[in-house]
């Protein structure tokens, strides 16, 4: 089991930026992915950005591409998200999530069985 807490999250105005944090605890081993999901009031969890924690190779939501960039430190077991250039579209809580089964897609949360408490972030006209 791998054990997630995020941080990082607060309120912004558009165009402006946020880091988000997701330190990792437990078996980070056994990660094969680090992702950030996010969910709006009234809306389904969706997939924002991935990470292999192998080889650090990157996926990103359509809409999140060239303004959020994520990263991950081996060495802190520490995954982070970058976030220039915030609309307020991309309100939402931000959950950090580990993928620890090579079965089903990066992008699916019902692939992922740790999941951290979840943070705020909120972006203003």
């Known amino acids: 089991q791998v054990q997630l807490v995020e941080s990082g999250g607060g309120l912004v105005q558009a165009g402006g930026s946020l880091r988000l944090s997701c330190a990792a605890s437990?078996?980070?081993?056994?990660?094969?992915?680090m992702d950030w999901f996010r969910q709006a009031p009234g809306k389904e969890r969706e997939f924002v950005a991935a990470i292999s924690w192998g080889g650090g190779i990157t996926y990103y939501k359509d809409s999140t591409k060239g303004r959020f960039t994520i990263s991950r430190d081996k060495a802190k077991n520490t995954v982070y998200l970058q976030m220039n250039s915030l609309k307020p579209e991309d309100t939402a809580v931000y959950y950090c999530?580990?993928?620890?089964?090579?079965?089903?897609?990066?992008?699916?949360?019902?692939?992922?069985?740790?999941w951290g408490q979840g943070t705020q972030v909120t972006v203003s006209a």
């Open positions: 437990g078996r980070t081993f056994s990660a094969y992915y």
């Open positions: 999530a580990a993928k620890t089964s090579y079965i089903g897609s990066y992008d699916d949360p019902t692939n992922f069985g740790s």
